[in-house]
């Protein structure tokens, strides 16, 4: 399958986004899908992760309660809802995917080399 984030832009402190996460050439009901971000100069930070079937989702402590996660199956697409943004959100967004039959904890979910697909970045930038 392949991934197609969108829905970044420039927006202000304490603004919303909804980025999506498109399955091309597959359906991402077959997958785990997460989502990371890496602002210049720092490591691939775990954002969010859901399952395959919607019924475990993670989050990071640093958006925990302002992103949400969601997936519409009918669409083939995972959702990022973004509340409360803040400066330190600032970076680019990757979705990634994970085969369902993959074991799938919050434990893996953090893990990058735990997904076997990624998206293109989408770039978020909050300015204060």
């Known amino acids: 399958v392949q991934l197609q984030a969108s829905g970044g832009g420039l927006v202000q402190h304490g603004d919303s986004l909804r980025l999506s996460c498109a399955g091309l050439?597959?359906?991402?009901?077959?997958?785990?899908v997460g989502w990371f971000r890496q602002a210049p100069g720092k490591e691939r930070e775990f954002i969010s992760g859901?399952?395959?079937?919607?019924?475990?989702?993670y989050y990071a402590d640093s958006v925990k309660g302002r992103f949400t996660i969601s997936r519409d199956n009918a669409k083939n697409t995972v959702h990022l809802q973004m509340n409360s943004l803040k400066p330190e959100d600032t970076a680019a967004y990757y979705c990634?995917?994970?085969?369902?039959?993959?074991?799938?904890?919050?434990?893996?979910?953090?893990?990058?080399?735990?997904?076997?697909?990624w998206g293109q970045g989408t770039q978020v930038t909050v300015s204060s």
């Open positions: 859901i399952n395959w079937n919607g019924a475990a989702i």
């Open positions: 990634a995917a994970s085969p369902y039959n993959n074991y799938y904890t919050g434990a893996e979910a953090k893990r990058p080399y735990a997904y076997d697909y």
């Open positions: 050439g597959g359906t991402l009901n077959n997958y785990h």
